[in-house]
């Protein structure tokens, strides 16, 4: 599986982006999907899953309310919505496959990762 991930940018705090992984080799229709972002001199951390098995979602508390991520299974992609960002949403977002249908939320549980796209939220 290949994933590309797409539309990251720079926009002012409060602003709305919208994320695309699209995948490639395999569906995933069935696989745990998640979003993780790294700023720099941080470790990366969880912003968003996906469950395979029933469509599930969790998220952090830090972007509870205001990130949501979805599947558009015709297209074999996830999206991660981003709304009223702030400057701590800052970061390098990666999306990531696992062939756990089960929701994940540990990097270590995740097989495939996308190349990242960079987010810039300024104050």
């Known amino acids: 599986v290949q994933l590309q991930a797409s539309g990251g940018g720079l926009v002012q705090a409060g602003g709305s982006l919208r994320l695309s992984c699209v995948a490639s080799g395999r569906t995933i229709r069935w696989w745990s999907m998640g979003w993780f972002r790294q700023a720099p001199g941080k470790e990366r951390e969880f912003v968003a899953a996906l469950s395979g098995d029933d469509g599930s979602t969790r998220y952090p508390d830090s972007v509870k309310g205001r990130f949501t991520i979805s599947i558009e299974k015709a297209k074999n992609t996830v999206y991660l919505q981003m709304n009223k960002l702030e400057p701590d949403d800052t970061g390098v977002y990666y999306c990531?496959?696992?062939?756990?249908?089960?929701?994940?939320?540990?990097?270590?549980?995740?097989?495939?990762w996308g190349q990242g796209t960079q987010v810039t939220v300024s104050s």
């Open positions: 990531a496959a696992s062939r756990f249908r089960a929701i994940q939320t540990m990097a270590v549980s995740f097989d495939y």
